[in-house]
């Protein structure tokens, strides 16, 4: 196993284009999470899912964002009409179970650049 | 919001040991306290977890206060590679995993 993989590893866009990111985490893990980071900033939480439902989404996910993980194994974050403040480095983790004394494994992220 | 308190940055020389702290005077009985590091244009990484007792592994310590309010990561002897920043985050079960704005660990040649 190679870990978790995101694709594609940079998107830039113009403005008001959908863009789909794919996140594949690794194998058998249950849990699995969506985060954004802006230059100089920690992660910010976006949305998880354990295996296939969606289990909560962050007041930074509007309307424009949707995530999806069909059949509990590979997800894909959608952003439609994007806009120049979406643009950031897109985080994909996931983690064996839900139990806290697990740790959880990251991607190396899709960084967005809208234009 | 992140749980956690961390000095925003640090400064170490090579090859001398680096003690991060980090606040949680929040923290819950069932909160375990996580430790991961994010390298320049990488996705962050574990370093170590702990719940009440010190810990060890191959990568650093976690030394735990005995009313569990504070923790400090220890890098035994930091290297350049060490320079990144690091995230003290609390996960009870069912959490998702928050994080603050961490430590920016320098380390000096």
């Known amino acids: 196993d190679t870990g978790v993989s995101q694709d594609p590893r940079h998107k830039i866009t113009k403005r008001g284009q959908n863009v789909t990111f794919r996140c594949d985490p690794i194998s058998e893990h249950n849990r699995l999470y969506w985060y954004r980071q802006t230059l100089g900033q920690g992660p910010e939480f976006l949305t998880y899912f354990q295996n296939e439902a969606q289990l909560e989404k962050s007041r930074l996910l509007s309307d424009r964002f949707s995530a999806e993980r069909p059949k509990g194994s590979f997800s894909t974050l959608e952003i439609q009409r994007t806009e120049q403040g979406d643009s950031a480095m897109y985080l994909c983790?996931?983690?064996?179970?839900?139990?806290?004394?697990?740790?959880?494994?990251f991607g190396q992220g899709t960084r967005l650049t809208v234009v | 919001d992140a749980k956690t308190t961390q000095p925003n940055s640090m400064e170490s020389n090579e090859e001398e040991p680096v003690h991060l702290p980090c606040n949680h005077s929040t923290i819950s009985g069932t909160d375990y306290i996580h430790w991961y590091r994010q390298l320049p244009s990488q996705g962050p990484e574990y370093v170590i977890h702990?719940?009440?007792s010190n810990v060890n592994n191959r990568m650093a310590s976690l030394a735990i206060a005995e009313d569990r309010k504070s923790s400090t990561l220890i890098l035994h002897r930091a290297t350049l590679r060490d320079a990144a920043v690091y995230y003290c985050i609390l996960r009870d079960r069912d959490d998702k995993i928050i994080f603050g704005k961490g430590t920016r660990l320098h380390i000096l040649p």
């Open positions: 702990g719940l009440t």
């Open positions: 983790a996931s983690s064996i179970s839900d139990r806290a004394n697990t740790e959880a494994f």
